[in-house]
Nanobody, 114 residues
Framework: QVQLVESGGGLVQAGGSLRLSCAAS????????MGWYRQAPGKQRELVAT??????NYADSVKGRFTISRDNAKNTVYLQMNSLKPEDTAVYYC?????????WGQGTQVTVSS
C-alpha cells in the first residue's frame, strides 16, 4: 500500500508562486507514474501534471507555468507553480499509479486571490 502526504498549499496573490510537495511511503516499489490533480468547487477532478520515467505531461491550462519533478532518493514529487491565476484555486491531490491501481493523498488547498 502506498501512502501520499501533500504539503505546500496556501493563499497567494495572482502572479505569485507556490511549490507543492508529495512524499510517498509504504510499498513504493513499482510506482510508475506520479502526478498532480486538482478539484475546484463544483467541478470534477482534473489532471494537472504527471511524471513517468522522466517524461512529463501537463494540462494545457498550466503549460509554461507549472513544472513537475521527482526526487527518487526522497520518494517525493514536486509541483512548482508560477504565474498563478485565480482559476488555479482548487484542492490539489497527489496521485501514484502502481500496477494499474491509484493511490491518493488527502489534498492541499491552493487559493489564488485576484
Amino acid at each position: 500500500q502506498v501512502q501520499l502526504v501533500e504539503s505546500g498549499g496556501g493563499l497567494v496573490q495572482a502572479g505569485g508562486s507556490l511549490r507543492l510537495s508529495c512524499a510517498a511511503s509504504g510499498t513504493i516499489f513499482g510506482i510508475n507514474v506520479m502526478g498532480w490533480y486538482r478539484q475546484a468547487p463544483g467541478k470534477q477532478r482534473e489532471l494537472v501534471a504527471t511524471i513517468s520515467g522522466g517524461i512529463t505531461n501537463y494540462a494545457d491550462s498550466v503549460k509554461g507555468r507549472f513544472t513537475i519533478s521527482r526526487d527518487n532518493a526522497k520518494n517525493t514529487v514536486y509541483l512548482q507553480m508560477n504565474s498563478l491565476k485565480p482559476e488555479d484555486t482548487a484542492v490539489y491531490y497527489c496521485n501514484a499509479k502502481k500496477f494499474g491501481f491509484s493511490s491518493w493523498g488527502q489534498g492541499t488547498q491552493v487559493t489564488v486571490s485576484s
